[in-house]
């Protein structure tokens, strides 16, 4: 991140408002294609698909005038959604500090499945994980923050998601673990682990020399639902015990954990989900 970069003065509270009810605060004055009262009529607009929250098309001739004139397209975190969140970003460098639920899958093993195959075919593999992974995260309401090496990072703020977030996302890694193949009698076509945390992070935009802005979460919650998805073995969710209550899941038929994990001076308690055999 740029040294240079700064934050809006502003932008703590445009992003807490806009991340956990999903609208700019009335001092950030929304644009007026943004406002709800013309929804109604943005729904008329050919054609699907269009976002899930403002209904503006992205394909056809809706999706050509919506591009054109006012600049929304899918975005990039979530393509069933408008990028009107990149827009924030670039209007409001700075973020805030939220409760949300945070999702990482990471390929098992990936380096004897890289020895066993060319370059080329490795990459093949870990394109349809990153698509098979991506598509569920989407399908939840999820954002995916970044795809690297064997590892998809996914989030789930309460503005997008809504209250629910934390079930959200234990039900898109039950996706994404039958995605991969792990409920098929022949077993799983990639081996993926699952881990799954809720808890307050710094949800914001960051910049990169040369003026790029990408949105990023960050902080020790951030850290500890990684390293959750590091102790997950293959066709497992492992889910902290502050998303299982944020989740209100049943912990019955799920196995506890007291973990020790790499870098945290404190166990976590932990439950384990399997995919369905």
Same mark, same amino acid.
């Given at each position: 991140?740029?040294?240079?970069?700064?934050?809006?003065?502003?932008?703590?509270?445009?992003?807490?408002?806009?991340?956990?009810?999903?609208?700019?605060?009335?001092?950030?004055? &929304? *644009?007026?294609?943004? !406002?709800?009262?013309?929804?109604?009529?943005?729904?008329?607009?050919?054609?699907? &698909?269009?976002?899930?929250?403002?209904?503006?098309?992205? !394909?056809g001739l809706g999706g050509t005038l919506a591009r054109t004139f006012l600049r929304l397209e899918a975005s990039r975190l979530n393509p069933n959604l408008c990028n009107i969140c990149e827009k924030v970003a670039q209007d409001y460098p700075?973020?805030?500090?939220?409760?949300?639920?945070?999702?990482?899958?990471?390929?098992?093993?990936?380096?004897?499945?890289?020895?066993?195959?060319? &370059?080329?075919?490795?990459?093949?593999? /870990?394109?349809?994980?990153?698509?098979?992974?991506?598509?569920?995260?989407?399908?939840?309401?999820?954002?995916?923050?970044?795809?690297?090496?064997? !590892?998809?990072?996914?989030?789930?703020?309460?503005? /997008?998601?809504?209250?629910?977030?934390?079930?959200?996302?234990?039900?898109?890694?039950?996706?994404?673990? *039958?995605?991969?193949?792990?409920?098929?009698?022949?077993?799983?076509?990639?081996?993926?682990?699952?881990?799954?945390?809720?808890?307050?992070?710094f949800v914001g935009s960051v910049t990169a020399e040369g003026g790029a802005n990408d949105i990023a979460i960050l902080g020790d919650n951030v850290n500890a639902a990684a390293r959750l998805a590091s102790v997950a073995a293959p066709g497992?969710?492992?889910?902290?015990?502050?998303?299982?209550?944020?989740?209100?899941?049943?912990?019955?038929?799920?196995?506890?954990?007291?973990?020790?994990? *790499?870098?945290?001076?404190?166990?976590?308690? !932990?439950?384990?989900?399997?995919?369905?055999?």
């Amino acid at each position: 991140m740029s040294s240079e970069s700064k934050q809006h003065p502003r932008a703590e509270e445009v992003w807490r408002t806009y991340m956990t009810i999903g609208k700019l605060p009335a001092f950030a004055k &929304p *644009k007026w294609y943004e !406002a709800k009262t013309i929804r109604r009529f943005v729904k008329l607009f050919p054609k699907d &698909p269009r976002c899930k929250m403002c209904f503006y098309p992205f !394909a056809g001739l809706g999706g050509t005038l919506a591009r054109t004139f006012l600049r929304l397209e899918a975005s990039r975190l979530n393509p069933n959604l408008c990028n009107i969140c990149e827009k924030v970003a670039q209007d409001y460098p700075g973020g805030a500090e939220i409760e949300l639920s945070m999702l990482f899958a990471d390929v098992r093993g990936s380096t004897p499945l890289a020895e066993r195959m060319s &370059p080329a075919e490795f990459s093949r593999l /870990i394109d349809r994980f990153y698509s098979a992974t991506t598509k569920a995260l989407f399908q939840k309401n999820g954002l995916v923050e970044k795809l690297i090496g064997d !590892a998809v990072t996914g989030f789930f703020v309460p503005g /997008i998601a809504g209250p629910n977030h934390a079930r959200l996302a234990v039900e898109a890694g039950e996706a994404i673990l *039958k995605a991969t193949g792990h409920q098929d009698p022949g077993g799983p076509w990639i081996p993926v682990g699952v881990g799954v945390h809720t808890g307050i992070a710094f949800v914001g935009s960051v910049t990169a020399e040369g003026g790029a802005n990408d949105i990023a979460i960050l902080g020790d919650n951030v850290n500890a639902a990684a390293r959750l998805a590091s102790v997950a073995a293959p066709g497992e969710i492992v889910v902290s015990e502050a998303a299982r209550l944020a989740a209100a899941l049943d912990s019955s038929g799920m196995e506890a954990r007291h973990l020790e994990l *790499k870098g945290r001076k404190e166990a976590v308690d !932990a439950w384990v989900r399997r995919a369905a055999g």
